[in-house]
């Protein structure tokens, strides 16, 4: 059975969430039946099978500023998909999973750099 994990939304950050076509009780990372990893964020979607994730750790205490939306790092190609301040997870991947973002990005929840 496929499982879905939400996003833990801040409630307070809505108005810059609302650009990006966010769903509260549809967006999040879904781990399907037939062996897929997707991450979606409302017109955003990430998919790769699972077999290509080496690896994940929580990450906490983003700035406020810095901690919402859509972003790609300069740091390491990682990938952010962020909806609260407070904590994410960091996805590892085997190989770099492309996305409509340009290059091809790692996925880095909630986070700047992983």
Same mark, same amino acid.
């Given at each position: 059975?496929?499982?879905? /994990?939400?996003?833990?939304? &801040?409630?307070?950050?809505?108005?810059?969430?609302?650009?990006?076509?966010?769903?509260?009780?549809?967006?999040?990372?879904?781990?399907?039946?037939?062996?897929?990893?997707?991450?979606?964020?409302?017109?955003?979607?990430?998919?790769?099978?699972?077999?290509?994730?080496?690896?994940?750790?929580?990450?906490?205490?983003?700035?406020?500023?810095?901690? /919402?939306?859509?972003?790609?790092?300069?740091? &390491?190609?990682?990938?952010?998909?962020?909806?609260?301040?407070?904590?994410?997870?960091?996805?590892? /991947?085997?190989?770099?999973?492309?996305?409509?973002?340009?290059?091809?990005?790692?996925?880095?929840?909630?986070?700047?750099?992983?």
């Amino acid at each position: 059975m496929s499982q879905h /994990f939400g996003y833990a939304i &801040d409630k307070r950050y809505l108005p810059v969430l609302f650009p990006y076509g966010l769903q509260r009780e549809k967006d999040g990372v879904t781990l399907t039946d037939e062996g897929s990893f997707v991450a979606t964020f409302g017109r955003f979607t990430l998919a790769t099978p699972r077999a290509n994730i080496t690896g994940a750790h929580i990450t906490r205490n983003y700035r406020w500023w810095t901690a /919402f939306g859509i972003r790609t790092s300069r740091v &390491d190609d990682g990938l952010s998909l962020g909806t609260n301040r407070d904590g994410g997870v960091c996805v590892h /991947f085997a190989e770099r999973v492309p996305s409509k973002l340009g290059q091809k990005r790692s996925l880095c929840a909630h986070r700047d750099r992983c």
